[in-house]
């Protein structure tokens, strides 16, 4: 019996196709895209501007309804779930991070009432939100910002308090879309060290959406999006070499998706000339690209 695609894994897109409708045009933000994300991963996504990687992590958050395909987080269904169901997944299922360090935080709340107010909708009781907010606050090295409105706060503060409200009822996984994109270099370590801290110290699944080399070179796996598919994935591991000292090391991979299509790296192409048809030969142990005849010579 054949094993169903992601199973076991948390998160799962099987040829996800996201289509919309702009004035008379229709653009296809994703054309068949697959992901699985085990639980307790902490990955980054990375893909030039109109690539579609917000676009796939608003259908991931239940911020957006995919075309076709499967998506699922847990046991959720993210194409046939009710809007009833949509706003139970996304109050208690997954936390949301967005670029605006301003937008993620009512102004005219404390740090830790805009903590508390995701917990509050939930129906948790007064006590218990205020000792969550105060241990949450805590963990991400704002405990004595508690009492601070976010005009009293720093760009890199706001967007650890957002993240603390993100993680107020306990998601299954945080998804951040360019948590770092408004912030300085050492701002920044600070916001992705918190994202790390929920991870590491909360167990939960984090999947963060960059343009930040700095952040994507951080996590064990980067996952590249081009053309609204899943490109390429870097894969780091931390080994201690002979003479003692750590290192990591990086390997980039294709994907091969499930329909069996495979993107080339433009460097590759380039250099070999690769342009609409090429030839493919089954070799023993690997397969042979090369140019289609007369491909050379347009």
Not at 259 to 276: E, F, H, K, M
């Amino acid at each position: 019996m054949t094993t169903p695609y992601g199973d076991g894994s948390l998160i799962v897109c099987d040829n996800v196709v996201r289509i919309y409708q702009v004035d008379s045009i229709e653009v296809q933000a994703l054309q068949g895209l697959d992901l699985v994300v085990d639980e307790g991963e902490m990955l980054a996504i990375v893909g030039a501007s109109g690539s579609g990687k917000s676009t796939l992590l608003n259908v991931l958050a239940g911020l957006d309804v995919p075309t076709a395909g499967r998506a699922r987080v847990g046991d959720w269904d993210l194409l046939t779930m009710s809007a009833a169901e949509r706003v139970a997944f996304r109050r208690s299922v997954v936390g949301f991070v967005g670029q605006q360090t301003g937008a993620n935080l009512f102004p005219y709340f404390s740090a830790a009432e805009n903590v508390a107010l995701p917990m509050a909708f939930a129906g948790v009781g007064a006590k218990q939100r205020t000792q969550r907010a105060a241990d949450l606050l805590g963990t991400l090295g704002l405990a004595d910002r508690s009492s601070r409105m976010p005009g009293e706060l720093s760009g890199g503060e706001q967007q650890r308090v957002a993240i603390a409200v993100a993680l107020a009822n306990g998601p299954r996984v945080l998804f951040a879309d360019e948590p770092t994109g408004e912030l300085d270099l050492a701002t920044g370590e600070e916001v992705f060290a918190a994202l790390r801290a929920a991870n590491n110290d909360l167990g939960t699944t984090v999947v963060i959406v960059t343009h930040d080399a700095a952040v994507s070179h951080e996590v064990s796996r980067t996952v590249a999006i081009r053309d609204g598919r899943t490109a390429s994935e870097v894969l780091r591991t931390t080994e201690v070499n002979h003479d003692g000292i750590t290192q990591t090391l990086s390997r980039e991979f294709a994907v091969l998706d499930r329909a069996g299509r495979l993107q080339l790296p433009a460097g590759y192409r380039d250099s070999l000339g690769l342009r609409d048809r090429v030839r493919l030969e089954l070799e023993d142990d690997h397969i042979g690209v090369w140019p289609g005849e007369g491909e050379t010579d347009r």
